[in-house]
């Protein structure tokens, strides 16, 4: 059964920072590139960031210099690291996994930045 499971999101200052977890199961894990995506009030879901099979990363730029992605292939988990958080970055946080033919999505973790 495959799972994808978030954890880690809160409410927090702005300034602050979260670590995200995404535990995944049921599946190669090392084999699929693993996403963040995130989805804020009346607005779509949008991309955050990727981590390759072979780690390399990518971003969106509003978050670039801030968030941080890694996995741990041994744990089959990723890590979202997002520092200076600000009020826009306020919403459900999404892990996906996707290879050629599959796609799966974790139910999310709401993350709130606010005074």
């Known amino acids: 059964q495959v799972q994808l499971v978030e954890s880690g999101g809160g409410l927090v200052q702005p300034g602050g920072s979260l670590r995200l977890s995404c535990a995944a199961s049921?599946?190669?894990?090392?084999?699929?590139?693993m996403f963040w995506y995130r989805q804020a009030p009346g607005k779509q879901r949008e991309f955050v960031a990727v981590?390759?099979?072979?780690?390399?990363?990518n971003y969106v730029d509003s978050v670039k210099g801030r968030f941080t992605l890694s996995r741990d292939n041994a744990k089959n988990t990723v890590y979202l690291q997002m520092n200076s958080l600000k009020p826009e970055d306020t919403a459900v946080y999404y892990c996906?996994?996707?290879?050629?033919?599959?796609?799966?999505w974790g139910q999310g973790t709401q993350v709130t930045v606010s005074l």
């Open positions: 996906n996994a996707q290879f050629p033919g599959s796609d799966y």
């Open positions: 049921g599946f190669a894990f090392s084999s699929y590139n």
């Open positions: 981590i390759s099979r072979g780690s390399s990363t």
